[in-house]
Antibody
Framework: QVQLVQSGAEVKKPGASVMVSCKASGYSVTNYYMHWVRQAPGQGHEWMGIIDAGDGSTSYVQKFQGRVTMTRDTSTNTVFLELSSLRSEDTAVYYC????????????????WGQGTLVTVSS | QSALTQPPSVSGSPGQSVTISCTGTSSDVGSYNRVSWYQQAPGTAPKLMIYEVSNRPSGVPDRFSGSKSGNTASLTISGLQAEDEASYFCSSFTNMRSFVFGGGTKLTVL
């Protein structure tokens, strides 16, 4: 069965960077897109961007451009999110969520989610 | 891209039906049949309930249905059960080739 298991909670100081991992099982990441979504306390979900885990190409939301990097390691079937220059407003639960299959004709996105990783930015 | 608009809360008694709305614009909900709905209990990961406006993933009960009219999508839950109590939120593809989410609606089963 498909599972996405994320790395544990992080506490970072403003200006630091954080990397969150998302290890997939039950399927090969190289056959799908992967989204990253975050939810700040008391707020709705916010889409951050997407990685084509097949070729590693990415598309990021404009507001995160220059601070976000999404990568994948095909040998470990894991996808990564790195966010730099952290500020207090980046405090949130970060989720990976599987996108549609590459070369798929449907829009079956966000069908499996990781358990979430709480990133707290505080001095 | 502004978040999609959902009512903060809805409620219903067991066996009743409730409908949750998700209002966007002609740049997202109104232009694409790529609206999805998710169920999320506190402290858990979201679960996909509806995709492409009205399609149910395998395993989702047919009590859950989706529809769209203009810039507003809707999720209807019929035959409410206590286990349906959770938050529900929507998402849509946008003309910026991005995704936007709703603020979420807390469903209370009375």
């Amino acid at each position: 069965q498909v599972q996405l298991v994320q790395s544990g909670a992080e506490v970072k100081k403003p200006g630091a960077s954080v990397m969150v991992s998302c290890k997939a099982s039950g399927y090969s990441v190289t056959n799908y897109y992967m989204h990253w979504v975050r939810q700040a306390p008391g707020q709705g979900h916010e889409w951050m961007g997407i990685i084509d885990a097949g070729d590693g190409s990415t598309s990021y939301v404009q507001k995160f451009q220059g601070r976000v990097t999404m990568t994948r390691d095909t040998s470990t079937n894991t996808v990564f999110l790195e966010l730099s220059s952290l500020r207090s407003e980046d405090t949130a639960v970060y989720y990976c969520a599987r996108g549609r299959a590459l070369n798929s004709g449907n829009d079956l996105n966000f069908d499996y989610w990781g358990q979430g990783t709480l990133v707290t930015v505080s001095s | 891209q502004s978040a999609l608009t959902q009512p903060p809360s809805v409620s219903g008694s067991p066996g009743q039906s409730v409908t949750i709305s998700c209002t966007g614009t002609s740049s997202d909900v109104g232009s694409y049949n790529r609206v999805s709905w998710y169920q999320q209990a506190p402290g858990t990961a979201p679960k996909l309930m509806i995709y492409e406006v009205s399609n149910r993933p395998s395993g989702v009960p047919d009590r859950f249905s989706g529809s769209k009219s203009g810039n507003t999508a809707s999720l209807t839950i019929s035959g409410l059960q206590a286990e349906d109590e959770a938050s529900y939120f929507c998402s849509s593809f946008t003309n910026m080739r991005s995704f936007v989410f709703g603020g979420g609606t807390k469903l209370t089963v009375l």
